[in-house]
């Protein structure tokens, strides 16, 4: 929508606060004459392109306290214009005390539709500073007379005044939101040479708000009224040519460019609020998506709120075109938990793959060679993960990704079975496990089990999907052929894998199952059963990837973990661009 405003400064006004100045904030000396008026309509129609809707606004005085005549005759000059349907209506601002019955009668039939009322602040101590002393029951009054006679209710506040705070303005804004206007303008304190308060602060008794603050307190004053149904029309003084000469404006936030500045900021507090305040270790990149027309609103002036949330996350921001509505996906990598000492080429090639690779530090109570191994500290089923103690940092990484993490019994000894309570398969509704002592939270679990006597369950299987395995256990075999995966296990010679410390490894702890990947820790050619263990997997649909070139090394099972946390959010901002 497109104001033509018409200002009048400081007619009608019933005091001079101490902040204003309104010939250098809309660049007027004198109140116009009804010609001009049409002057400046008939200007102003010149620059109306299609159907855009467009009013006439009188800024800058107390509209219902001129006398009624001059009320008379500047509605006059505009309501032809409103009558040929050129303008679609009128708005003015003015005070709450000056709100009454007749005078937005009047208002109403020359073609008005909203009035705005000088609020500022409703802080008693703020008011009795800016000399514009009132109280929240004739702001109440005003607001209700200006429904009642059908026209449209705004409201303008300014923020940092002398003896506001934050908390002083939130409290200004909630309560103003509850009284339904339509429309909020928000403007943070300048000091205008000439002014009351100019004086206040060559004499140092006011210190205006920085910036930095001001387009902060925008923003969050600005979310209140917008949370509440009002839609803010504008935020921060429009320049103009009294502003803009060298020494108008002594301190404060003036800026071109506030409203812009403070709408993005707001944007970047909703990303925040939506992502959490959290560094997330396996953030990949955060993609927002959005007409191409905001992207400078999103990036923020200078793209400076863009580089805040890359620094902040510590993950790539990127801005990709779609028609309507804004999205944030949060792009995490698949987590990978391995131990440290897994073979360097075969690290770097999950690296490379696209996985955010986390180890398991080494736990002093398992025996050396093992003493990294994830499938001997850890324990997951869907969403339920079961962690040892010494696990907590990566327990925390898990639920940052949407885990249940349950903190379970420590490993006290490196005795075998009393090393071994964490290291059991689950597969589809069974949980392979040995037939002795687990971790009370795994035997806890509703699941079918498969109770077997090969301690290191985990470590001797390859699940392959929900009904398909490889082992090189006898035991866990003959105990699946005779149930849960009957005819969908594959018994494959042991040894051949190599393990630093012990004889040979497992072929589970040389392995890992993603999705559509089973994954080995060296080549199948290095195994005797190889070509069995590969013509196995692909007839199940599978793909597999050998990390590096040499022999099969148990590094302990590799632990895959796809975030859970949703990942793609639709921000639909009630205010336009158009409307800083």
Same mark, same amino acid.
């Given at each position: ?160 005044l002398p003896g506001d705070t934050l908390q002083k303005s939130i409290k200004t ?5 509850g009284l339904k206007p339509k429309t909020a303008r928000i403007y943070p304190t300048i000091v205008l040479k000439g002014t ?209 993490? !349950?903190?379970?019994?420590?490993? @006290? *000894? ?6 071994? /309570? %964490? =290291?059991? +398969?689950?597969? $589809? ?31 001797? !299987?390859?699940?392959?999907?929900? @009904? *398909? ?6 035991? /866990? %075999? =003959?105990? +699946?052929?005779? $149930? ?38 060296? *080549? ?57």
């Open positions: 929508m497109k104001i033509i405003p018409i200002f009048i400064p400081h007619s009608g006004c019933p005091y001079r606060c101490i902040y204003c100045d309104q010939h250098k904030i809309s660049g007027t000396i004198n109140a116009p004459c009804p010609e001009e008026i049409k002057s400046i309509i008939e200007r102003n129609l010149k620059t109306i392109h299609g159907n855009e809707r467009v009013e006439a606004a009188f800024f800058g005085g107390t509209f219902t306290l001129l006398p009624e005549s001059i009320q008379q005759k500047y509605l006059e000059a505009v309501w032809p214009y409103v009558k040929n349907q050129k303008i679609a209506g009128v708005r003015m601002s003015t005070h709450p005390e000056a709100v009454t019955e007749s005078s937005m009668r009047l208002f109403k039939e020359k073609g008005g539709r909203l009035v705005e009322l000088g609020v500022q602040s409703l802080d008693r101590d703020v008011l009795k500073k800016a000399k514009r002393e009132m109280d929240f029951n004739t702001i109440k009054k005003a607001a209700g007379i200006v429904k009642k006679s059908g026209l449209d209710l705004g409201v303008q506040v300014m923020l940092g804004a909630e309560k103003l939101a009351g308060l100019g004086d206040l602060f060559k004499q140092g008794g006011y210190k205006p708000l920085s910036t930095e603050d001001a387009i902060e307190w925008s923003a969050k004053i600005s979310d209140i009224f917008e949370n509440a149904g009002v839609k803010v029309i504008r935020i921060g003084l429009h320049p103009s040519e009294g502003l803009n000469l060298k020494g108008a404006v002594l301190a404060g936030p003036y800026h071109v460019s506030f409203g812009e500045m403070a709408r993005s900021r707001q944007m970047r507090n909703k990303i925040i609020n939506i992502l959490g305040a959290e560094k997330i270790l396996n953030r990949r990149v955060i993609e927002i998506r959005a007409p191409e027309k905001l992207f400078n609103f999103i990036s923020g002036h200078k793209g400076l709120e863009k580089k805040y949330l890359e620094d902040y996350y510590g993950a790539k921001v990127i801005l990709r075109a779609q028609s309507r509505r804004i999205t944030v996906a949060d792009k995490r990598k698949t987590i990978a938990i391995i131990d440290p000492r897994m073979p360097p080429m075969a690290k770097l090639r999950l690296k490379k793959m696209g996985y955010y690779v986390a180890e398991t530090p080494l736990h002093p109570r398992l025996a050396g060679p093992v003493q990294g191994h994830p499938d001997m500290m850890l324990f997951s089923r869907g969403k339920k993960v079961i962690y040892e103690p010494r696990l907590e940092m990566l327990a925390r990484l898990l639920r940052d990704n949407g885990y249940d993490c !349950i903190k379970g019994e420590r490993i @006290k *000894s490196s005795g075998y079975p009393e090393n071994i /309570i %964490y =290291d059991a +398969c689950s597969i $589809g509704k069974y949980i392979i496990r040995y037939d002795g002592k687990v971790e009370k939270n795994i035997e806890s679990l509703k699941a079918k089990f498969i109770k077997v006597k090969q301690g290191y369950a985990k470590c001797s !299987i390859v699940p392959i999907d929900e @009904k *398909s395995i490889i082992t090189s256990d006898k035991g /866990i %075999y =003959d105990k +699946c052929c005779v $149930g849960a995966v009957s005819g969908r296990t594959l018994l494959i010679k042991p040894s051949h894998i190599k393990l630093p410390g012990y004889k040979t490894g497992f072929i589970g702890g040389a392995s890992g199952s993603h999705k559509d990947k089973i994954f080995f820790t060296g *080549s199948l050619k290095t195994h005797p059963d190889g070509k069995l263990i590969r013509e196995f997997i692909e007839k199940r649909g599978k793909k597999i990837v050998e990390l590096y070139s040499g022999p099969l090394y148990d590094a302990g099972s590799i632990l895959f973990f796809e975030p859970f946390t949703p990942r793609r959010w639709g921000l639909n901002p009630t205010y336009a661009v158009e409307a800083v």
